[in-house]
């Protein structure tokens, strides 16, 4: 996001409308473990790929400083209850 300072106030900053798109890809393991008739507790590991590395910038003294890059790889980990009729 670009964010430009507006006149009057101190330091007020306004973004700019963005249309942008990024792709992403995502996978999931996932295994189930029955604990009766209605119930079911669950694991999943996830791995999204970002192909586009996203970064965060602000500009500071008219040079853009970086405050956020994130993983172009995540990695994630589910844990839950699941509830059936």
Do not use: C
């Not at 973004?15 to 507790?41: I, S, Y």
């Not at 996830?46 to 994130?70: C, M, W």
Request: proline share 9%.
């Amino acid at each position: 996001m670009s964010a430009s300072t507006t006149g009057g106030g101190a330091g007020q900053a306004v973004a700019k409308p963005r249309t942008d798109v990024d792709l992403a890809f995502a996978a999931l393991l996932r295994w189930d473990l029955p604990l009766g008739r209605f119930l079911t507790t669950f694991a999943a590991v996830t791995l999204d790929v970002l192909p586009i590395r996203p970064e965060y910038t602000a500009l500071v003294n008219g040079a853009h400083q970086p405050l956020l890059a994130p993983w172009p790889v995540r990695p994630g980990f589910l844990a839950g209850v699941a509830f059936a009729r």
